[in-house]
C-alpha cells in the first residue's frame, strides 16, 4: 500500500553564544561575581613581571628601589666624521711698496690689502697675476716679487760746518812747518857805561828756515808731498741702493699680466692671520739662511724639501704631519731646524682663534738653489 513520504524538518540555524546576564537577580549577582573574579587574575598576571623585579628597600615589602635615570642617545654617522678646517682663502706676500687698495673680488690674503698692478698693464687683460720673469718649471703663485730682508742704511751726511773745517786743515798742512832761528834780543839800556844783555827764546824746535812757515809738524818735506793729513773727518758708510725688504723668492714665469698700471703688486684682502704668516715666513727664512751660512755646505743644487706642520694657537709646533724632499739629511735637518728653531711663535688673537680654531697645518717648501 503505497504510502506517502513526511515533509523533512527544515535545518536547524547556527546561533553565536553571547554573553548575557540572567534577569534573575540572585543568578546575574553571581554572574557579575565571576566576571570579576577573571579580571583580576587577568590583571596580577599582567603585573607580576613588575611585581617580581621589586626589591627590599629599608626592610619593606614592594616598594621598589630608587633607579637612576637612562637615556638612550642615537648618533648620526655624520658626527664621528671630523670636520674639514674652516675655508679662509689663499696666502700671497703682497708687496709692501705698491698700493694698499682694497681688491674687488679676491679670495686671496696677505698682510696689507692690494690691487694686482705692474708698471706696463696689458690691455684687455682678465688676469688676477701681475707679469714677471721667472722660472718655467716653477709652480709659485703667492710671491711676485724677490728682495733682501736686511734693512738698509742710510748715509750719513757730513755737516757743512765740518766740511769747511776739514778743507781749512787741508790746507794747513799742505807742507812741514818752518820755523827759523829764534836769535838774540840785545838790551843796553839808557847808560853808555853800563852792561848790555842779549835774551834769547826757543819756541819750537827750530827748522833753520828763513822765516816762518806754518805747516804740519809730521809732514816729511817742506812742498806739500808726502803729507800726513789728520784725521779729523768722520768716516761714513757708503750709500747703499734702496731695497724692497721682502724674502728672496723664485718667480714664476707669467708673460701675460693684469690691466691695471702701477708698482708691481698682487690681488689681496689684510687679514690678521696674513699678517701673522709674513712675520712667520720671514723668522724662518732669516733662520734657514743662518743654518745654511754657519754650516758652510749646501745641499745639491736643484733640490728641495717639504714640511708639513701644525700650529695651534699657543704658537707652538704640536706635531711635524709630513716631511719629503730629495736634499739629503744636511737639507733635511736644516729645513726642520728652521722651522723649530725659533719656536713658539707669536701666539693667536682671539678673533684668529675664532677664524681659526685651535690650529692649522702649514707647509714650507724650501728650495735649494
Same mark, same amino acid.
Given at each position: ?15 553565536? *553564544? ?10 546575574r549577582?553571581? &554572574?557579575?561575581?565571576l566576571? *570579576?573574579?577573571?579580571?583580576?587574575h587577568l ?5 607580576a ?8 628597600s ?12 637612562? $637615556? ?9 666624521l ?11 706676500? @703682497? ?39 721667472? !722660472? ?7 710671491q711676485?716679487?724677490?728682495? +733682501?730682508? %736686511? ?18 786743515k ?7 812747518e &818752518?820755523?827759523?832761528?829764534?836769535g ?10 853800563? $852792561? ?6 826757543v819756541?819750537?824746535?827750530?827748522? %833753520? ?8 809738524v809730521?809732514?816729511?818735506t @817742506? ?13 761714513k ?7 724692497t725688504?721682502? +724674502? ?5 714665469? !707669467? ?8 708698482v708691481?703688486?698682487?690681488?689681496a684682502?689684510?687679514? %690678521? ?5 709674513q ?18 755646505? +749646501?745641499p ?7 714640511v708639513?706642520? +701644525? ?14 724632499g730629495?736634499a ?19 701666539? *693667536? @688673537?682671539?678673533e ?10 702649514? @707647509?714650507f717648501?724650501?728650495?735649494?738653489e
Open positions: 500500500m503505497p504510502t506517502l513520504q513526511e515533509k523533512e524538518p527544515a535545518a536547524k540555524r547556527k546561533r553565536i *553564544w553571547l554573553l548575557t546576564l540572567s534577569k534573575n537577580p540572585d543568578t549577582s553571581i &554572574q557579575i561575581g566576571i *570579576w573574579t577573571v579580571l583580576v590583571l596580577i598576571l599582567l603585573l613581571p613588575q611585581l617580581l623585579r621589586s626589591e627590599f629599608g626592610g619593606q615589602l614592594g616598594r621598589a628601589a630608587p633607579s637612576k635615570p637612562t $637615556y638612550e642617545v642615537d648618533l648620526a654617522p655624520e658626527a664621528f671630523s670636520k674639514p678646517a674652516p675655508s679662509i682663502g689663499r696666502f700671497v706676500e @703682497t708687496n709692501p711698496d705698491a698700493n694698499n687698495k682694497i681688491p674687488n673680488n679676491s679670495t686671496n690674503f696677505g698682510a696689507q690689502n692690494q690691487q694686482a698692478a705692474q708698471p706696463v698693464p696689458d690691455k684687455d687683460s682678465k688676469l688676477n697675476m701681475p707679469k714677471t720673469e721667472g !722660472r718655467k718649471d716653477f709652480a709659485n703663485d703667492s711676485v716679487i724677490s728682495g +733682501r730682508l %736686511e734693512k738698509p742704511m742710510p748715509s750719513t751726511p757730513t755737516p757743512p760746518a765740518q766740511k769747511e773745517q776739514t778743507a781749512e787741508k790746507d794747513q798742512t799742505q807742507r812741514k &818752518q820755523v827759523p832761528l829764534s838774540f834780543i840785545k838790551n843796553q839800556g839808557d847808560n853808555a857805561e853800563g $852792561y848790555g844783555t842779549n835774551a834769547s827764546s819756541p819750537a824746535p827750530s827748522t %833753520e828756515a828763513d822765516k816762518y812757515v806754518a805747516g804740519d809730521n809732514a816729511t @817742506t812742498d806739500g808731498a808726502g803729507v800726513k793729513a789728520a784725521q779729523t773727518t768722520h768716516q758708510p757708503l750709500p747703499r741702493p734702496k731695497l725688504q721682502v +724674502r728672496p723668492a723664485i718667480l714664476k714665469d !707669467r708673460p701675460i699680466g693684469v690691466a691695471n698700471g702701477g708691481i703688486g698682487v690681488d684682502h689684510f687679514s %690678521e692671520f696674513g699678517d701673522y704668516l712675520e712667520l715666513i720671514d723668522i724662518v727664512q732669516i733662520e734657514w739662511d743662518r743654518i745654511l751660512d754657519s754650516g758652510g755646505t +749646501r745639491k743644487q736643484g733640490s728641495h724639501v717639504l708639513s706642520f +701644525r700650529l695651534n694657537s699657543k704658537g707652538e709646533i704640536a706635531e711635524i704631519v709630513k716631511v719629503d730629495d739629503g739629511d744636511y737639507g733635511t735637518n736644516a729645513s726642520l731646524s728652521a722651522i723649530q728653531d725659533r719656536a713658539p711663535y707669536r701666539p *693667536w @688673537t682671539k684668529m682663534v675664532a677664524v681659526l680654531g685651535d690650529s692649522q697645518v702649514i @707647509t717648501d724650501f728650495y735649494y
